[in-house]
Structures are given as structure tokens and as C-alpha cells.
């Protein structure tokens, strides 16, 4: 059985509006962290979390972080057989996209590392830290 995307992104979407997330349009089911407000709170202030999966049977998790209310979901329907050939071609798939994430976080940090060294390059030395005593002492001499 071959799940329909647009039918699980619909049912993922409001499992996550029944435990308070606001979440416009169909979520994001990419299986990266996605954050949102509530339903009840700041549109601003995103205090909601989820993850979204549509490799094989379709499956995500929520947290409100307000209430604490977590939970995970997955796809109703029986689970689609799949060939051993089909199970290691998924396995490497996973694997691969595991080691793009990473890679893409270990670039991030590393012009994140750039950009903080080039602002400590451009600051001045810090000034001498006078003690209040010696301040003192000098003004009244």
C-alpha cells in the first residue's frame, strides 16, 4: 500500500491543532525540526516543535512545549511490505541524507566559527582594570 503525501501531511496537521500547534497550511514533513506557536498563545513566540516523516509509512512527532504535551503520530493503514533489496536501498538512503545533515551542520558552525574570529580579530585590546582604590588614590594624591 502506497501512502498518499497530501493525505498524511492533512491528518499530521491536525493531530498537531488538537495538541495546540499552529501550524499554516500543510506541515513540513522533511524529518528536520520545524518550530511554531500555539493555537492559544503569541503568534510570535514559537513554544511548539515537530518532525515529519513520509519515507515508507508516513510518521512525525509534536510537542507543545507549554503544556508539555507530547506525542508522536504515524500514518493510519497497514505498514507496505517491502523487499530486502528495497530495505537496503532505504537504509542507504537514510544514511546518505543522515551524512548531508551533518555535513550542512558542520558548515554552519563552521562560518559561524568564521564569523566570530573575524569579530574578535577586529576588537581592541581591553583597557588596563584599574582597581576603585587606585582610582582613588590618584584623585586624591
Not at 8 to 37: I, S, T
Not at 52 to 57: E, F, Q
Not at 95 to 114: F, K, T, V, Y
Request: hydrophobic content about 40%.
Amino acid at each position: 500500500m502506497k501512502y498518499d503525501e497530501t493525505e498524511a501531511r492533512v491528518a499530521f496537521g491536525a493531530a498537531m491543532r488538537r495538541a495546540g500547534l499552529h501550524v499554516e497550511g500543510l506541515p513540513v514533513m522533511d524529518g528536520r525540526r520545524h518550530y511554531v506557536a500555539l493555537l492559544d498563545g503569541n503568534k510570535r513566540k514559537k513554544s511548539g516543535v515537530y518532525v515529519g516523516h513520509l519515507d515508507g509509512r508516513p510518521a512525525g512527532f509534536f510537542k507543545n512545549y507549554k503544556t508539555q504535551e507530547e506525542s508522536s503520530w504515524k500514518a493510519d493503514g497497514a505498514v507496505p511490505a517491502m523487499s530486502a533489496s528495497a530495505r537496503a536501498a532505504e537504509r542507504t538512503r537514510i544514511r546518505a541524507e543522515q551524512a548531508q545533515r551533518e555535513q550542512e551542520r558542520l558548515s554552519r558552525e563552521e562560518a559561524a566559527a568564521a564569523v566570530a574570529q573575524r569579530i574578535w580579530d577586529a576588537a581592541s585590546p581591553p583597557m588596563a582594570i584599574r582597581t576603585w582604590t587606585e582610582r582613588m588614590l590618584r584623585l586624591t594624591g
